[in-house]
């Protein structure tokens, strides 16, 4: 191999003209694919092991290596970046030094304040040191974790399996096995896996804005413009490529690295990585800078917007947040100005530097209940949740791309779903065949009434006009593999059993001009030479459509008759319909033959060459509907989601698959309408819809037949927009598979692409993708999203609960006692229960099929219910009933000494009994209504499930065993002193209270009246400076994550989802 990678790198990066030139010099594509040692027509041998490896070796793999993932260090340091973790460990720094100084006690010896001259005064410092340190390690561990998961994801994300050339047959592998001198057939919808030149191309059309912005096609052909870019998007026509550039070294990739490197000068990165001279890159690095510039822009713009979850998610944290630093300042000043009162106005003492220990305590106190009230563990939640969703989804064939469109399809009501694939089973099989006025269902028979010339025609349409492939099973028994359109596949196999092979057929008639498949003419052609001054024209596609452009049918014997209206008319009526009725899928196959050269042709317009048709046949397809769709459609109905159906079919074949599916009933004032219907109503003469009457026509609207990629957008766009329902606008999701389909993915709440028969363009702008193409599958994302709903509503009732009961108490403790009875480390321990372990125990529950007997969470449904509301206030009543009663009567009740400052016996210091059993008491209600909080819909059964999820198992045993630890050896580190038999069972048994007051909480129904928090109007948006500076830390979090799934390369999905 003559060529170097720098030589290749050089040749892809050179100015158009000079690219052109030494291409030439270098012999063309034949001459670069000689000097790689490679046949364009056969490709590369398989079985050459040695050859592949020594082309990885020598030219590079294609794969980008992602940014290095962040040490632990890192990410403790980055936790620690949060602004009340900062004050806490000053705070705690400043405790420690105090503890130090010798300083003449200012409190009386009952004081239970540390720092103010104890020979432990220093413990309270370290103590809250080493929680800080705690919290930030637990943090950075879920971070650790969670990225790790996340690029696992992404790694199965960017595999795909790309179609190549080799040992001169079509062949599959993974794009990551892709090397130099490879020959990859690239078709519409493709993304260009690696940089090459292109050959045996036929009216190729590239989409290159990922590279250059410009959004206009770029025409590519082996003459002027022959070289394709890494992740550019095929949009029109077919071709071969030859590979000279990947992974690193392609465009694509070497920009990936710029950006992560952050290093804007590419002679720099080219020098180092394939030992050239800078000077020869000058050229070329204002462009690559540029582009570097470009994509870094696009990635801000693209961010994703907010999903209506976590715009409620918002406004609540903000709002929750501003009540947290107003009472922590509260209770700081309370504590300040009782103590000075106390100590300078009734006691008369003089100042002293002692005092600086106190006050030290009471802003830690002040701070550890803003740590303690700020819901910083409710991102952490969504992550868990979000994490977890998209770990079991993927097992359910849902592979997540875009973070939020898990939760939004919580909030679906409404899905515009494909007929085929989706709804069938995309296992097209050729049934019936009508030819020169006969119905054939057996084919040998038609075979046998053919006469060669008939059949030659017959099965040349069918190869030729084609760009699928049938491969050989991988496995002995096992079906042929199909690749490519599933109709042509059936058309394909049919043509198979005939007696044609279609690879022998195509290499003989190499195709000079083609009219790719168009969605709103509904057909296909190609033209190829029968001589050098006459052409054959092929037609394939709808059958009433391409019926209306044939003048005469062709006959049994191979000669051609008359066919006009009233013979068209009979086979739409008798043939056609009668097939669409058994829900067949109708293809019409049709040729032209033309005197005149390939050249004259090609300047024809499309209208020109479909024209004046022979018809060859009409075929019924049949694709049976999946087994499991009708009963996903009743799960859908009872779930309050809307299922309308957009296909291709004509009207007739859509409404029998319909009424088989369950999507439609007989005489249920369903609308079943064409999509020309449908345009000429909605849209106006310029194209805008007229959302009025929109609005007339969707609320019953079933099956959109005869429709386009434009008429799905324009349903998306008008549901989004629509005001009908008293819920506002609906929630919409897509699918697709198509390229065409790709504004309306976008434009959807939530877009799912065909993971089998999609195009890398869909898949590229969907949310996620079907790897199994089931609707099946959609409905398990439903349930997986209203779950995540509901695993971020358990942890919000759980935390605002304990937010609650922690604040108020810290603040009748200021205000009355001077102290809190839950000191500032113990307060972080029930922060770290909050947060870390609360966010894993409550976002891990797996979904259950009572969750689609629910109605969709509207966009205007409070974050918090009325049921929600009820718990919440029901619980903290209680609780602080039952801790304020230990507070100021414990003692008396329980026959122990108090805690409370200025009611200690004389000489007793330290921890005292009374106040850990408070604090005990107040971890275990906690502990018990976190099971409580396991159910947020008034389920009477808190219980079911709980043996089936392991981690909440795990945590609550981790949880109790610790509070076990802490007060039996905590001693003065969390001003706990070890407790008897007796003791446990109290604070136990009034812990487990927390139990039947949820139950009896349950069962209250409220009045009708109660408007608190029913729905309001469309959430507004926060300003992202406020939400921004609040989430700083979790927010950061997410926005890597989603980033990591968003990866350079977004050509989607692992082998088995194009198998």
């Known amino acids: 191999?003559?060529?170097?990678?720098?030589?290749?790198?050089?040749?892809?990066?050179?100015?158009?003209?000079?690219?052109?030139?030494?291409?030439?010099?270098?012999?063309?594509?034949?001459?670069?694919?000689?000097?790689?040692?490679?046949?364009?027509?056969?490709?590369?041998?398989?079985?050459?092991?040695?050859?592949?490896?020594?082309?990885?070796?020598?030219?590079?793999?294609?794969?980008?290596?992602?940014?290095?993932?962040?040490?632990?260090?890192?990410?403790?340091?980055?936790?620690?970046?949060?602004?009340?973790?900062?004050?806490?460990?000053?705070?705690?720094?400043?405790?420690?030094?105090?503890?130090?100084?010798?300083?003449?006690?200012?409190?009386?010896?009952?004081?239970?304040?540390?720092?103010?001259?104890?020979?432990?005064?220093?413990?309270?410092?370290?103590?809250?040191?080493?929680?800080?340190?705690?919290?930030?390690?637990?943090?950075?561990?879920?971070?650790?974790?969670?990225?790790?998961?996340?690029?696992?994801?992404?790694?199965?994300?960017?595999?795909?399996?790309?179609?190549?050339?080799?040992?001169?047959?079509?062949?599959?592998?993974?794009?990551?096995?892709?090397?130099?001198?490879?020959?990859?057939?690239?078709?519409?919808?493709?993304?260009?896996?690696?940089?090459?030149?292109?050959?045996?191309?036929?009216?190729?059309?590239?989409?290159?804005?990922?590279?250059?912005?410009?959004?206009?096609?770029?025409?590519?052909?082996?003459?002027?413009?022959?070289?394709?870019?890494?992740?550019?998007?095929?949009?029109?026509?077919?071709?071969?490529?030859?590979?000279?550039?990947?992974?690193?070294?392609?465009?694509?990739?070497?920009?990936?690295?710029?950006?992560?490197?952050?290093?804007?000068?590419?002679?720099?990165?080219?020098?180092?990585?394939?030992?050239?001279?800078?000077?020869?890159?000058?050229?070329?690095?204002?462009?690559?800078?540029?582009?570097?510039?470009?994509?870094?822009?696009?990635?801000?713009?693209?961010?994703?917007?907010?999903?209506?979850?976590?715009?409620?998610?918002?406004?609540?944290?903000?709002?929750?947040?501003?009540?947290?630093?107003?009472?922590?300042?509260?209770?700081?000043?309370?504590?300040?100005?009782?103590?000075?009162?106390?100590?300078?106005?009734?006691?008369?003492?003089?100042?002293?530097?002692?005092?600086?220990?106190?006050?030290?305590?009471?802003?830690?106190?002040?701070?550890?209940?803003?740590?303690?009230?700020?819901?910083?563990?409710?991102?952490?939640?969504?992550?868990?949740?979000?994490?977890?969703?998209?770990?079991?989804?993927?097992?359910?064939?849902?592979?997540?791309?875009?973070?939020?469109?898990?939760?939004?399809?919580?909030?679906?009501?409404?899905?515009?779903?494909?007929?085929?694939?989706?709804?069938?089973?995309?296992?097209?099989?050729?049934?019936?065949?009508?030819?020169?006025?006969?119905?054939?269902?057996?084919?040998?028979?038609?075979?046998?009434?053919?006469?060669?010339?008939?059949?030659?025609?017959?099965?040349?349409?069918?190869?030729?006009?084609?760009?699928?492939?049938?491969?050989?099973?991988?496995?002995?028994?096992?079906?042929?593999?199909?690749?490519?359109?599933?109709?042509?596949?059936?058309?394909?196999q049919f043509a198979a059993d005939l007696g044609a092979e279609y690879a022998a057929l195509r290499k003989a008639s190499p195709i000079c001009h083609m009219l790719t498949f168009s969605s709103a003419k509904k057909r296909m052609s190609v033209v190829v030479p029968l001589t050098a001054s006459k052409c054959r024209i092929f037609t394939k596609g709808a059958s009433e459509i391409v019926l209306e452009l044939c003048t005469s049918q062709l006959n049994l014997d191979g000669t051609t008759s008359a066919f006009g209206a009233a013979e068209r008319n009979a086979v739409n009526n008798d043939i056609i319909e009668k097939y669409a009725s058994q829900a067949y899928r109708t293809l019409c196959l049709a040729y032209r033959d033309v005197d005149v050269t390939p050249e004259v042709v090609k300047n024809w317009s499309d209208e020109e060459i479909e024209t004046d048709l022979t018809c060859i046949c009409i075929v019924g397809i049949e694709d049976p509907v999946r087994e499991e769709v009708p009963e996903s459609i009743r799960q859908c109905n009872e779930a309050g989601i809307v299922v309308r159906m957009v296909t291709g079919d004509n009207i007739v074949t859509a409404k029998s698959i319909a009424l088989k599916c369950g999507i439609i009933s007989p005489n249920d004032g369903s609308l079943v309408m064409e999509g020309s219907v449908f345009r000429a109503r909605v849209l106006d003469a310029n194209g805008n819809i007229k959302q009025d009457e929109f609005d007339k026509i969707w609320p019953m609207l079933r099956v959109l037949a005869r429709s386009s990629p434009k008429d799905k957008y324009t349903l998306v766009s008008g549901l989004i927009q629509s005001n009908v329902y008293p819920h506002g606008p609906q929630v919409v999701a897509v699918t697709g598979d198509g390229t065409n389909d790709a504004p309306a993915l976008k434009k959807a709440d939530v877009g799912f692409a065909m993971g089998i028969c999609g195009t890398a363009v869909a898949k590229d702008a969907s949310d996620i993708i079907l790897m199994d193409d089931n609707f099946r599958s959609i409905v398990s994302a439903v349930k997986w999203g209203r779950n995540v709903y509901d695993s971020i509503a358990k942890f919000l009732q759980f935390q605002l609960t304990v937010n609650i009961v922690a604040i108020s108490t810290a603040v009748i403790g200021a205000v009355v006692l001077e102290e809190s009875s839950l000191t500032a480390i113990q307060l972080l321990w029930v922060n770290l229960i909050m947060d870390t372990f609360a966010s894993l125990a409550l976002a891990t529950d797996a979904p259950t099929e009572a969750m689609l007997k629910r109605k969709p969470y509207p966009r205007t449904k409070p974050l918090i219910s009325e049921r929600m509301l009820k718990h919440m206030v029901g619980q903290s009543i209680f609780q602080l009933a039952v801790i304020l009663t230990m507070t100021f009567a414990g003692d008396k009740i329980f026959g122990i000494d108090s805690g409370r400052k200025y009611d200690r016996p004389v000489g007793t210091t330290g921890p005292s009994v009374h106040y850990t059993m408070i604090f005990n008491t107040f971890v275990f209600l906690q502990l018990f209504n976190e099971i409580n909080a396991r159910r947020i819909h008034d389920e009477l059964n808190v219980f079911e499930g709980i043996l089936t999820n392991h981690i909440y198992l795990g945590i609550s045993v981790v949880q109790l065993v610790l509070q076990v630890l802490i007060i039996e050896f905590g001693s003065l580190v969390f001003g706990c002193v070890p407790l008897d038999l007796t003791q446990w069972f109290i604070c136990i048994g009034l812990g487990s209270l927390s139990l039947p007051v949820g139950l009896f909480l349950r069962c209250i129904t409220l009045p009708a009246s109660f408007t608190m928090c029913q729905e309001t109007s469309v959430v507004e948006k926060v300003p992202s400076a406020r939400t921004k500076t609040l989430w700083r830390r979790s927010l950061k979090r997410l926005q890597v994550q989603m980033h990591v799934v968003k990866a350079f390369q977004k050509s989607v999905t692992q082998q088995k989802v194009l198998h």
């Open 1 to 492: 191999m003559a060529l170097s990678a720098d030589d290749l790198i050089r040749l892809v990066e050179s100015s158009p003209g000079a690219a052109t030139a030494a291409l030439a010099e270098l012999g063309g594509t034949e001459g670069v694919a000689w000097n790689l040692n490679v046949s364009l027509e056969h490709g590369l041998n398989s079985a050459d092991d040695d050859d592949l490896e020594d082309r990885q070796r020598r030219y590079g793999k294609n794969y980008v290596e992602p940014e290095s993932a962040k040490t632990f260090v890192q990410l403790m340091w980055h936790s620690f970046q949060d602004l009340t973790m900062m004050v806490l460990a000053a705070a705690g720094f400043v405790s420690l030094v105090l503890g130090f100084v010798p300083f003449t006690a200012s409190t009386p010896a009952a004081g239970r304040n540390l720092a103010a001259g104890s020979s432990h005064a220093w413990i309270e410092g370290v103590a809250i040191l080493f929680a800080v340190f705690i919290v930030v390690s637990v943090s950075a561990m879920n971070e650790y974790q969670k990225e790790k998961q996340f690029r696992a994801l992404n790694a199965v994300k960017e595999d795909e399996t790309i179609k190549v050339i080799r040992d001169g047959v079509p062949a599959e592998v993974s794009k990551f096995d892709l090397v130099v001198g490879e020959i990859v057939r690239v078709d519409v919808g493709d993304i260009v896996p690696a940089d090459g030149l292109v050959f045996d191309e036929t009216d190729l059309r590239v989409d290159e804005s990922s590279m250059t912005g410009e959004s206009l096609l770029v025409v590519k052909n082996s003459k002027s413009a022959p070289f394709l870019l890494s992740g550019t998007k095929v949009m029109e026509g077919v071709g071969k490529m030859l590979v000279i550039c990947v992974g690193s070294n392609s465009q694509a990739g070497i920009i990936a690295s710029l950006i992560r490197n952050g290093n804007h000068n590419h002679n720099a990165t080219v020098s180092k990585t394939n030992g050239g001279s800078a000077d020869e890159y000058t050229l070329v690095s204002s462009p690559k800078e540029g582009l570097v510039e470009q994509k870094l822009t696009t990635d801000l713009q693209n961010q994703e917007p907010g999903s209506p979850l976590q715009g409620k998610l918002d406004r609540l944290t903000i709002f929750v947040s501003k009540v947290a630093i107003t009472v922590a300042v509260l209770v700081f000043a309370a504590l300040a100005v009782r103590y000075s009162i106390v100590k300078f106005a009734i006691n008369g003492e003089e100042w002293s530097q002692a005092f600086i220990g106190d006050f030290v305590s009471h802003f830690i106190l002040g701070v550890t209940i803003l740590v303690v009230a700020i819901p910083e563990g409710l991102p952490l939640a969504v992550t868990i949740a979000l994490a977890f969703s998209v770990k079991k989804m993927l097992e359910d064939n849902n592979l997540v791309r875009h973070l939020s469109a898990c939760e939004t399809m919580g909030s679906a009501t409404t899905i515009c779903s494909d007929k085929t694939g989706t709804l069938t089973t995309n296992r097209m099989t050729v049934v019936h065949c009508y030819m020169s006025g006969n119905e054939y269902e057996s084919f040998p028979t038609l075979q046998l009434q053919m006469s060669p010339t008939t059949k030659a025609i017959l099965c040349d349409s069918i190869s030729i006009n084609s760009t699928a492939e049938i491969l050989p099973p991988k496995q002995v028994g096992a079906q042929p593999e199909h690749t490519g359109n599933k109709t042509e596949c059936a058309l394909l």
